[in-house]
C-alpha cells in the first residue's frame, strides 16, 4: 500500500511538473525587444491564462496550487515585458485611498473587487454553518414533497432568494439545506444545479448579483435588467426538472423532519443580520461585504459563531481570488461590436473567464441589451465550477465536485437550460439595446442597433419603452 501510494505521489508530481514547464513554456519561445510578446495576434498573458484553466480542468486536487502558481507567473510577465504596467494603479487606482474609503463614486483598481469577494465568500461560510445548524433544515422535510419535487421545490427556494441576496449566499443556504435533506449524499448534477439556481436569481436584478449591481450604478435602468428572469425562468424549469429527478435517484429526500430538533431563534436572528447587512451596506457603500462582518460580530455577542469554518474556506478563496486577478491582468481593451452573438458567446466565456471585469468592459463599450447580457455573463458562469463565485464557494462544502469533467457530464443540463433560455428570451423580445451613463442608444453607432441612425427628431415626456420609441422614429 506505502508502494502505491509512494507511486501514485510521483506521478502527481510529474504531471505538475509538467504542467508548470507547459505553463512557462511561452517565455522562452521569445526575446525581449520592450514588447509583449505574442504568438500572431495572441498576446503572451492569454496563452498562460488558458493554460491556467487546463490546469484547473486537469488537475482538480491541485487547484490551489495552479491557481497560485500561474497568478504569480502572471504578474512576473507583466512587470517583465509591459513597461506600461503599474501593479499599484492597478489595484489601488490613481485616487488617494482615502477619498475612494470616503466616496464611493471615486473607488478604483482592483482592490474593492477582491476585498468584497473575500469577504463574502468566508462569511457567507460562516452564515451557511450557523443557518445549517440553526434547526431549519432539519425541520423542512415537514414541508417539502418525499419524491422528485421536493429537490425541485428546493431549487426554486434558491433562485428566488437569490433575487434579492447575493448569489453566494444563495448558494451556500441551499447547499447547507441539500446536505441535511439528502443526509450528506448530494448528487454532482444537483449542486451545478443548485449554482444555477443561485445565478439564475440575480439575472434580472440589480441587488442579486454583483454584475447586474455594477449595470445599476453606471446608469443602466433596473427595468432594463428585468427582462433577464424570462431567460433565467426558462432555464430554471429545464435544469431543475432534470436535476432533480437526478438526484431523487441518488439518494431521496429525508420523508420526515428529524426529530425533537428545536429551531434556534438566535441563529435565525444572526442569519437574517447577514443578509440584511449585505444588502444596505451593498446598496449604501457598494461592499456587502461590511454589513456581512458587521453582523456576525453583533451576533458573537449573543451566540457562538462557528469560527472554524474559515480555514476551510480560505484556500477556495484564495483560489477564485487568483482567478479573479487573474482575469483583471488580461489586455481586453474592447470586445467585438455590441449585438445578441456577442452576448451569447460572452455566456461561455464566463464559464472561465470571470465575469466581472467582462461586465465592466461591456459597459465601457455600451448598447447592450442589459437584460440578455447580465443572463449570458451571470447564469453562464454555472456551466464549470469555477466559472462563479457560488461555484468554488459551494465546493468547499463539496470538494468532490471540482472535478470539471464530472461537473460537466452530470451538470448537461445547465448549458443545455443556458442555450434554451437565451434563445426563449430573443424570440420573445428580441435584442434590446438600452442606455449606461457613457452610452446612449439613440444614433447608436454599432451595426445592426435598432436605434442606429435614426436621430430624435421628438421629446419624449415621461418614460417611453424602447419599441416605442423605434416604432415612432420610424414613421417620422
Known amino acids: 500500500m506505502r508502494n502505491l501510494l509512494r507511486e ?31 504568438v500572431g495576434p495572441i498576446r503572451v498573458e492569454f496563452i498562460i491564462f488558458a493554460f491556467i484553466l487546463l490546469g484547473v480542468a486537469l488537475f482538480h486536487k491541485q487547484t490551489f496550487k495552479v491557481a497560485v502558481t500561474g497568478v504569480t507567473i502572471l504578474i512576473l510577465v507583466k512587470f517583465i515585458f509591459d513597461h506600461q504596467f503599474n501593479m499599484f494603479e492597478h489595484l489601488f487606482g490613481k485616487n488617494g485611498f482615502g477619498a475612494q474609503i470616503m466616496d464611493k463614486s471615486l473607488r478604483q483598481g482592483e482592490w474593492g473587487i477582491i476585498l468584497n469577494l473575500m469577504g463574502l465568500l468566508l462569511g457567507f461560510a460562516i452564515l451557511a454553518k450557523i443557518f445549517e445548524e440553526s434547526g431549519v433544515p432539519d425541520n423542512l422535510p415537514k414541508y417539502l414533497p418525499d419524491d422528485w419535487k421536493g429537490p425541485f421545490l428546493l431549487l426554486v427556494f434558491v433562485c428566488v432568494i437569490s433575487s434579492f441576496l447575493d448569489n453566494i449566499a444563495a448558494a451556500l443556504i441551499g447547499g447547507a439545506i441539500a446536505i441535511v435533506v439528502f443526509k450528506n449524499r448530494v448528487h454532482i448534477g444537483y449542486i451545478a444545479a443548485i449554482v444555477a439556481a443561485s445565478n439564475a436569481g440575480g439575472s434580472g436584478s440589480v441587488v442579486g448579483d454583483t454584475t447586474t449591481t455594477m449595470m445599476w450604478i453606471d446608469g443602466v435602468s433596473p427595468f432594463n435588467v428585468l427582462h433577464g428572469f424570462v431567460a433565467a425562468l426558462t432555464a430554471l424549469a429545464f435544469f431543475a426538472w432534470f436535476a432533480s429527478h437526478q438526484q431523487d435517484k441518488y439518494q431521496r429526500i429525508q420523508k420526515d423532519a428529524t426529530p425533537n430538533v428545536k429551531v434556534d431563534w438566535g441563529k435565525l436572528l444572526i442569519v437574517a443580520l447577514m443578509l440584511i447587512g449585505a444588502i444596505i451596506s451593498n446598496f449604501l457603500y457598494d461592499m456587502p461585504a461590511l454589513g456581512v462582518w458587521i453582523a456576525i460580530l453583533i451576533g458573537a455577542t449573543f451566540r457562538p459563531i462557528p469560527w472554524k469554518e474559515v480555514p476551510g474556506a480560505i484556500k477556495g478563496t484564495i483560489f477564485l481570488l487568483c482567478l479573479v486577478f487573474s482575469a483583471s491582468l488580461m489586455p481586453v481593451e474592447d470586445l467585438p461590436n455590441a449585438s445578441w452573438v456577442t452576448a451569447f458567446i460572452l455566456g461561455f466565456v464566463s464559464a472561465v473567464f470571470d465575469n466581472i471585469p467582462l461586465t465592466k468592459l461591456c459597459l465601457e463599450q455600451g448598447h447592450f441589451d442589459w437584460g440578455m447580457l447580465a443572463y449570458s455573463v451571470g447564469f453562464g458562469g454555472s456551466m464549470i465550477w469555477f466559472g462563479s463565485s457560488a461555484g468554488v464557494a459551494i465546493t468547499n462544502k463539496f470538494p468532490e465536485s471540482r472535478n470539471v469533467g464530472k461537473w460537466v457530464k452530470y451538470g448537461w443540463h445547465v448549458t443545455v437550460a443556458y442555450i434554451i433560455g ?12 438600452a442606455d449606461n451613463k457613457e452610452h446612449k442608444i439613440i444614433n447608436c453607432p454599432v451595426p445592426g442597433c435598432p436605434m442606429g441612425k435614426k436621430p430624435a427628431v421628438f421629446k419624449a415626456t415621461g418614460s417611453v419603452s424602447l419599441n416605442k420609441l423605434i416604432k415612432d422614429t420610424g414613421t417620422r
Open 8 to 38: 501514485h505521489s510521483t506521478i502527481n508530481k510529474k504531471r505538475i511538473l509538467l504542467f508548470l514547464v507547459i505553463l512557462f513554456s511561452p517565455l522562452f519561445l521569445f526575446a525581449s525587444d520592450g514588447k509583449v510578446p505574442s
Open 422 to 433: 437565451f434563445f426563449t428570451l430573443y424570440f420573445i423580445m428580441g435584442w434590446e439595446p
